[in-house]
């Protein structure tokens, strides 16, 4: 059965206004850099299309999609008609009064970064000095008007051991924060660096560190870990986790600025990925007959390739993130790498593999 | 008897059972882990690729799905290894289960 249409990803604007240092999609600063902004008249037809074929929520993400000065048109249009909004911002400009209305009438799920308890670490992880204040100021803004919210905290061994002090200062302060989910932070885009400075979490390090997270759960119920299962212990699946990135490409696809339609922002750099542009693209037809999506949409899992071919959880996992296996073996099909090195480093559970006899080294 | 783990969900179906089914365990199905702390096991199935957690009253009867046993037998291995409380309808409790076992694939129909 062909999958269902249900989801967009839309990245408003490559422009951001912060520099993190592990911004996977290396944004450009603003005013540093060539940037594109999606317009709204631009995309409406496309967007008419969507709703159409039974879209039922979408993402906006950037860049810093608060910065494309047509955000309010974009809100404005789902909310008519019925379409679930999330904003994944890092909450600088939600203070601004226009964008806090926009947010609050039309109902939009803000999902705020904060990568520390410390001004000093968030605004060393953001790039700006400034970052930390302006973030809890318009997380105090949305308390205030009783506008629940998601935090998402970025962690790498730079900022770990700020997490739960973290929840601490969310526990006390923010009573309309409702999730708050724990990225680890990967080696793409700029985290190239911080992987040469020794700050992210190798594939050995993360069963301790799922199994540190799990024992958070009673006291703070409203965690997430965004981390491959597996890494999670089976007695830890009480612990609400989800795959490493997963980009739920099989239910959906993604707008990028410049307007180009692709499974992910994997389309800004390989053109293989891009199926057109929003201009002349017929949804319908690249939905239902793309050959890349037709092959792949509903067995992707039985095309993985080394330890993701083996393992018990490659249905609900597909692979993780498809950029990341591309970016580091340039194939689509490719292991996700945090796994395969967990694999070739022997530590990989035999109960978690399908064939516990069978060799999943990449390439084989 | 069994709780969903990860994305997996059991849907509850009528499948009635009756005395006389002969249910068998799909070959496909393994214990992937024993959880010391809580007693229960992880089941894996090749064919659907479900994972599910399982607790010792379902093992014992998924172990006993051995296709030479009736459902009404069964019960009876149950009510000879454990002590159960009489305001148990313990027939029905149990062909539930099996009915339960059988939506999520990890028996099918034997012989009989």
């Keep these: ?364 | 008897m069994t709780e969903a783990t990860g994305d997996c969900r059991i849907q509850k179906t009528p499948v009635i059972i009756e005395d006389t089914v002969v249910l068998v365990k799909n070959p496909g199905v393994t214990v992937r882990e024993e959880l010391e702390e809580d007693g229960k096991y992880i089941l894996f199935n090749a064919e659907n690729e479900l994972i599910l957690t399982i607790n010792p009253t379902g093992k014992f009867i998924l172990d006993n799905c051995t296709g030479d046993k009736t459902a009404a037998q069964i019960v009876k291995e149950i009510e000879n290894s454990f002590t159960v409380s009489e305001d148990i309808d313990l027939s029905t409790v149990v062909k539930n289960y099996l009915s339960l076992l059988l939506e999520a694939e990890l028996v099918t129909f034997g012989e009989g």
């Excluded at chain 1, 799922?210 to 491959?228: F, K, M, N, Q, T």
């Excluded at chain 1, 480093?345 to 516990?356: A, Q, T, V, Y």
Aim: hydrophobic share 35%; charged share 25%; proline share 4%.
């Design chain 1, 1 to 364: 059965m062909k999958s269902k249409f249900s989801f967009l990803y839309i990245y408003l604007t490559d422009r951001c206004n912060l520099g993190c240092i592990h911004c996977w999609q290396s944004a450009p600063l603003e005013g540093t850099g060539k940037y594109s902004s999606l317009k709204f008249d631009e995309c409406k037809e496309f967007l008419d299309d969507a709703v159409a074929m039974g879209l039922e929520n979408i993402t906006f993400s950037g860049g810093e999609p608060l910065l494309n000065p047509e955000f309010h048109r974009f809100v404005e249009y789902f909310y008519k008609n019925s379409i679930r909004m999330t904003v994944e911002t890092n909450g600088m400009l939600i203070g601004n009064k226009n964008i806090l209305d926009t947010i609050r009438k039309y109902r939009v799920y803000c999902a705020v970064s904060l990568d520390g308890v410390n001004p000093e670490t968030h605004n060393k992880h953001r790039g700006n000095n400034k970052a930390f204040d302006r973030t809890l100021e318009s997380l105090y803004k949305l308390e205030q008007e009783k506008i629940g919210f998601q935090l998402i905290m970025a962690i790498s061994k730079f900022n770990y051991h700020e997490l739960v002090s973290l929840l601490d200062m969310v526990n006390e302060k923010f009573k309309t924060c409702n999730a708050f989910k724990i990225n680890i932070v990967n080696t793409l885009g700029r985290a190239g660096e911080m992987e040469k400075d020794g700050l992210l979490f190798k594939a050995e390090e993360l069963p301790a560190l799922s199994e540190e997270v799990a024992a958070l759960i009673g006291r703070y119920p409203i965690i997430s870990l965004h981390v491959d299962p597996a890494f999670v212990d089976f007695k830890n699946f009480r612990l609400k986790f989800s795959c490493g990135g997963y980009c739920g490409y099989n239910s959906g696809l993604s707008i990028l600025a410049n307007g180009n339609v692709s499974i992910c922002s994997l389309g800004k750099q390989m053109d293989k990925y891009l199926f057109g542009h929003i201009s002349s693209i017929d949804l319908k037809d690249v939905w239902e007959n793309n050959p890349f999506l037709e092959e792949n949409h509903d067995n992707i899992h039985s095309r993985l390739k080394g330890i993701c071919s083996n393992c018990i959880f490659r249905k609900q996992c597909l692979g993780g993130c498809r950029a990341e296996a591309l970016c580091a073996y340039g194939d689509f099909f490719a292991p996700a790498p945090r796994c395969q090195a967990y694999y070739d480093s022997g530590n990989f559970p035999k109960s978690k593999l399908i064939d516990p006899a069978l060799s999943s080294h990449y390439p084989g």
